[in-house]
Nanobody, 124 residues
Framework: QVHLVESGGGSVQSGGSLRLSCVAS????????MGWFRQSPGKEREEVAS???????YYPDSTKGRFTISADYPKNTLYLQMNNLKPEDTAMYFC??????????????????WGQGTQVTVSA
């Protein structure tokens, strides 16, 4: 059984930083595509960063230059370093993994496993 457990969320002031962690267990596929997503009340879940086996990353314009995704594969842990946080970054953050693919997709439906989320709140 696959488990993804996020941690590291919290409350910070605008301009602050946080590092999220996601510990994965039970993944059968070696180094699948993994990503970070967020959702705030009344809004759709959106991708904030993704990482492929070959090291290729993707960031939407909203997080490019401020967020960095990385992985420590021996520790089965995915990270999201978030710098220069803004109030609009406030959301529940989720990590996700694809079951059988090293290549990522922009479609949320392509991700097979999801964590429970960790809350990030940024005050002005």
């Amino acid at each position: 059984q696959v488990h993804l457990v996020e941690s590291g969320g919290g409350s910070v002031q605008s301009g602050g930083s946080l590092r999220l962690s996601c510990v994965a267990s039970g993944l059968a596929y070696d180094r699948p595509c993994m990503g970070w997503f967020r959702q705030s009340p009344g809004k759709e879940r959106e991708e904030v960063a993704s990482l492929e086996r070959i090291g290729r990353t993707y960031y939407p314009d909203s997080t490019k230059g401020r967020f960095t995704i990385s992985a420590d594969y021996p520790k089965n842990t995915l990270y999201l370093q978030m710098n220069n946080l803004k109030p609009e970054d406030t959301a529940m953050y989720f990590c996700a993994a694809r079951r059988d693919y090293a290549i990522c997709s922009r479609s949320l439906g392509a991700y097979d496993y999801w964590g429970q989320g960790t809350q990030v709140t940024v005050s002005a």
